[in-house]
């Protein structure tokens, strides 16, 4: 059974960075496509990024767009997420996700939770002054 770990979350002025990880055991990220999402409270869980199993799509919601960036590295079985410029309304816990069968789907597909089939348990992060 895939088992998902994020962690690299934290505390962090606006425009700052961090680096994401999703490390995965109990099978090998080769064969599914990740997604990274995030919740903040009060509000609905949300697709920030996602990256196809084969590795040659990668997608981004528009409000991170050109600020995160998606990438795996299977020879280590784990997937990162960059992040750069965050902004308060970055802050939330932040998902890593995995999925099978989704090749060829609309990129909106990518983004959609109900897709995914194992989840981490979210590393928390927060943009504050």
């Known amino acids: 059974q895939l088992q998902l770990v994020e962690s690299g979350g934290g505390l962090v002025h606006p425009g700052g960075s961090l680096r994401l990880s999703c490390a995965a055991s109990?099978?090998?990220?080769?064969?599914?496509?990740i997604g990274w999402f995030r919740q903040a409270p009060g509000k609905e869980r949300e697709g920030v990024s996602s990256?196809?199993?084969?590795?040659?799509?990668?997608i981004y919601a528009d409000s991170v767009k050109g600020r995160f960036t998606v990438s795996r590295d299977n020879a280590k079985n784990t997937v990162y997420l960059q992040l750069h410029n965050l902004k308060p309304e970055d802050t939330a816990i932040y998902y890593c996700?995995?999925?099978?069968?989704?090749?060829?789907?609309?990129?909106?597909?990518?983004?959609?939770?109900?897709?995914?089939?194992?989840w981490g348990k979210g590393t928390p992060v927060t943009v504050s002054s």
């Open positions: 996700a995995a999925g099978i069968g989704l090749s060829g789907l609309p990129n909106d597909h990518l983004l959609d939770a109900r897709r995914f089939d194992f």
């Open positions: 990256i196809s199993q084969s590795g040659t799509r990668t």
């Open positions: 109990g099978s090998t990220l080769d064969y599914y496509a």
